[in-house]
């Protein structure tokens, strides 16, 4: 008997008569789904519109390439925004990134054209993957598309309009082992935790599980060092200390890194003797993209837009293990401090070093 109440409260703070506006902010779910909000709120997906980083760019897109190529952009870091036409960006929901009405939109979504396509419909019933679900604050409907990995192709696999593959995150994991296995996105990028589906207050929900709407990937130390496993060793070659280290792919269900051919993932191995000589080497794992002349891109808008061709590629494939091998002319008897670093570099453009990269793993050891 309370529940009219409750909900009268929701939807008249909504600032709208007795319903939900359609597309909603995020804020307004957060009302009835609030664990879930807390967990988006965290997640890149909701600093996808408000990250310095991605506004910085989408400045240099638009006095690049004008405001065709800002269009591009917000097609998925404001998926809101370009559905309903509000590219000025006016409406608050717009700035809220990939947020939970346009995913609870989706109808469908079709892989037959150049680029997979989600059909959306801002409605009063939100799909999602629950068979018997019952809300009294929309209406609901069961959607297979959310239980499997298509629903994330449509922003995470793109092709621009040169016709080249810019993102293929989808692809990767389609062609991996983890796809065969049955496994989807959210197998590993949104584990079943405790949680209330709805606040208790608003209704008792039968399901005690919601699924981690925050996401993670390569922001979260902890994914990082789930993915990717090293093991060193260190010998003597008559003059010369020879370092190897094992690297592998252990659990990403893609390409390490994935995703923006910005990205790269980077070990350095550095050898100290105390006999004063210092040597440092780095290996990179990235997908270097150039564009039809040539010229490496090294900035995320020019990758996304004018990206034409692969000039190499020493990303480590689902699974992978890689030896490498680094030689320093150091002899023996010459106490040498080695240490391995690896670091998850995410753009040359961010401001502040956390925002370019992630140290995840250190490796200290002192040979003779
Ligand atoms: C098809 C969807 C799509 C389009 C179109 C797109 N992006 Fe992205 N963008 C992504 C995804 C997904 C990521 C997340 C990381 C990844 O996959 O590497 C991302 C990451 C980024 C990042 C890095 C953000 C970070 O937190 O490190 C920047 C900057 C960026 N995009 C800028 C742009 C610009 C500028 C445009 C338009 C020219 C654009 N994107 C077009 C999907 C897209
Ligand atoms: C007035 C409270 C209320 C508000 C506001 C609300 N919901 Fe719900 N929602 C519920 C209830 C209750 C359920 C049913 C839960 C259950 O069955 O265990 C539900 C279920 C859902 C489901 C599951 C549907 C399925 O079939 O899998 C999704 C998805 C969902 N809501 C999304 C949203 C989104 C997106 C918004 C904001 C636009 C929103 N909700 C706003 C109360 C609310
Ligand atoms: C078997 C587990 C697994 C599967 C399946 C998987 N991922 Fe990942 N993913 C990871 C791990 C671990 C990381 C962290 C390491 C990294 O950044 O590559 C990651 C990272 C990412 C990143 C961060 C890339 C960046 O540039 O910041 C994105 C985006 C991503 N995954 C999307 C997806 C999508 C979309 C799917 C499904 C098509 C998927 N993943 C399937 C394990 C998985
Ligand atoms: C990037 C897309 C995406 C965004 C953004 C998103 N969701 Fe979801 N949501 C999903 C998917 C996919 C599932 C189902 C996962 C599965 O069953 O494998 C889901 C499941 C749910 C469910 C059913 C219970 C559960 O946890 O399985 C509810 C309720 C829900 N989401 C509400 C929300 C709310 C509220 C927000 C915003 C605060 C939100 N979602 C943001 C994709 C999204
Ligand atoms: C509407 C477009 C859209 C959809 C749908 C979408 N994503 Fe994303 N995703 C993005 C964008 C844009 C970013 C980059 C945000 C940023 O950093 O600026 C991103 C970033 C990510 C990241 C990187 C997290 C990190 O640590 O940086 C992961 C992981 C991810 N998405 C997984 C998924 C999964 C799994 C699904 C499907 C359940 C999905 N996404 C659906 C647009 C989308």
Aim: aromatic share 8%; glycine share 6%; net charge positive.
């Amino acid at each position: 008997m309370l529940l009219p109440l409750l909900l009268l409260a929701v939807a008249s703070h909504a600032g709208s008569a007795g319903v939900l506006e359609t597309p909603s902010s995020a804020e307004v779910c957060g009302r009835c789904h609030r664990s879930i909000l807390e967990a988006w709120k965290s997640s890149s997906h909701a600093q996808a519109m408000e990250s310095r980083l991605f506004q910085d760019v989408l400045d240099l897109a638009e006095a690049d390439f004008g405001a065709a190529g800002r269009k591009v952009c917000l097609e998925c870091h404001s998926p809101v925004g370009a559905r309903t036409g509000d590219f000025s960006l006016v409406r608050k929901v717009s700035w809220e990134g990939v947020t939970c009405d346009f995913c609870h939109s989706i109808q469908s979504v079709s892989m037959s054209g150049p680029n997979p396509k989600a059909t959306v419909a801002f409605t009063l019933t939100k799909t999602g993957p629950l068979k018997d679900s019952e809300s009294t604050g929309h209406a609901t409907a069961f959607s297979n598309v959310h239980t499997t990995s298509l629903v994330c192709a449509p922003c995470h696999e793109y092709r621009n309009a040169l016709g080249f593959p810019v993102l293929t995150t989808y692809s990767e994991f389609k062609n991996s082992v983890y796809a065969k296995e049955g496994k989807e996105c959210q197998s590993c990028h949104m584990s079943r935790v405790a949680g209330d589906v709805v606040d208790p207050k608003i209704r008792r929900s039968s399901v005690a599980k919601i699924n981690l709407h925050q996401m993670p990937g390569s922001h979260s130390l902890e994914q990082l060092n789930s993915a990717f496993k090293a093991q060193w060793n260190a010998v003597r070659e008559g003059n010369q200390l020879k370092v190897t280290v094992e690297v592998a792919n252990q659990t990403a269900g893609h390409y390490l890194p994935t995703g923006s051919p910005l990205r790269q993932l980077v070990l350095e191995v550095r050898a100290d003797s105390y006999g004063g000589q210092h040597f440092s080497e780095e290996r990179v794992y990235a997908r270097k993209v150039a564009d039809q002349h040539g010229t490496v891109l090294m900035r995320e808008h020019f990758a996304f837009l004018r990206g034409a061709k692969v000039v190499s590629d020493t990303r480590l494939a689902p699974g992978e293990r890689r030896m490498e091998t680094f030689h320093f002319p150091i002899p023996a008897g010459s106490q040498t401090q080695l240490k391995a670093t690896f670091w998850y570099y995410y753009s040359p453009l961010a401001r502040t070093e956390s925002q370019k990269r992630i140290v995840f793993l250190t490796l200290n050891r002192l040979v003779q």
